[in-house]
């Protein structure tokens, strides 16, 4: 993941090129059990700080979330794991209503998308409610005048649903689903965007491999009974850094202390001794664990 801070707002000509931070997790894993991945950072502010809600995997482990605090873009501090459950968790969107914070986590592998809330921001994440049942993926709400709509995708596409009442009532499907079909538009690459007094919604390339690049849509018309969507940037990210090469697929920006700040994520080929690894983990358990165990006495 890359932190980048601007003098000006993000638009569709923006450039990215010197990032502030990268939070790398490309190093060996044979004894450490440090992450693997980090991935899809979503920004938040509250109180004069600057929240980077994001997915983190351990070797062998499923995607939990964690948080990084920061008030200078100097220090950053590791807050830690903040919500961990038996499955996979990734995609955290972080929102405000009525004086309260939400969090929206991708949770397909429990087949719901689940609305958890803070008790004490950013700790005491407990589950709202089920807005949805079924296996959906990489989903974000957005407030229009009285409207909640829910942006997922399915096995169907890109879909949308809308309840008059996040917190106590059900969502409806939209007449227009599925919004979109095309595997280079349908998921989500991030919550959504204004740039210019406009409305966008960021999607992620799939279309020949996992996430390759994202576009950006701009939202020309959103109500209950009709949507109307146009592509406006493709392949947004230049994936020229070490980082990035194989890939960028989430996108986040907020503004902070008088400056823009935008967080992506990357990524790039592992080291073979990892690759290699993961096939001993998968193959020889039993001898992994007896040698991470040993590790600390080769080591002295």
């Not at 490309?26 to 950072?41: I, M, S, V, Y």
């Not at 009525?98 to 950013?122: C, G, Q, R, V, W």
């Not at 008059?164 to 227009?176: A, Q, W």
């Not at 020309?220 to 850094?241: A, G, H, M, P, Q």
Request: aromatic residues 16%.
């Amino acid at each position: 993941m890359a932190l980048y801070v601007e003098d000006g707002p993000v638009s569709l000509d923006s450039s990215f090129r010197h990032p502030r931070k990268v939070f790398s997790s490309k190093r060996p894993h044979l004894f450490e059990r440090g992450p693997h991945t980090q991935a899809d950072p979503f920004l938040f502010v509250l109180n004069e700080e600057l929240y980077i809600f994001f997915e983190i995997v351990i070797p062998g482990g499923v995607g939990k979330i964690a948080v990084y605090r920061t008030r200078d873009f100097r220090e950053f501090e590791y807050i830690g794991i903040i919500l961990d459950e038996s499955y996979h968790l990734s995609f955290p969107f972080v929102f405000s209503c009525d004086n309260h914070i939400y969090m929206l986590p991708e949770t397909s592998s429990a087949n719901e998308i689940m609305l958890y809330k803070f008790a004490n921001f950013p700790f005491g994440l407990k589950k709202n409610r089920t807005l949805l049942y079924g296996r959906y993926c990489d989903s974000f709400v957005l407030r229009k005048q009285d409207t909640w709509f829910l942006f997922t995708t399915s096995e169907k596409g890109l879909e949308i649903y809308y309840s008059d009442c996040l917190l106590n009532e059900n969502f409806i499907p939209h007449p227009s689903n599925p919004i979109s079909i095309d595997p280079q538009f349908r998921r989500s690459g991030g919550g959504p965007i204004c740039m210019g007094g406009e409305l966008y919604r960021v999607s992620q390339d799939c279309s020949e491999t996992y996430g390759r690049n994202i576009s950006f849509i701009k939202i020309l018309e959103l109500s209950k009974i009709s949507y109307i969507e146009e592509v406006t940037r493709k392949n947004f990210i230049e994936l020229t850094e070490y980082w990035n090469t194989d890939g960028s697929h989430h996108f986040s920006a907020v503004s902070f202390n008088n400056r823009y700040v935008v967080m992506v994520d990357g990524k790039c080929s592992d080291y073979f001794f990892n690759r290699l690894t993961s096939v001993l983990n998968r193959t020889f358990p039993a001898l992994l664990l007896r040698a991470r165990r040993l590790a600390p006495l080769a080591r002295t």
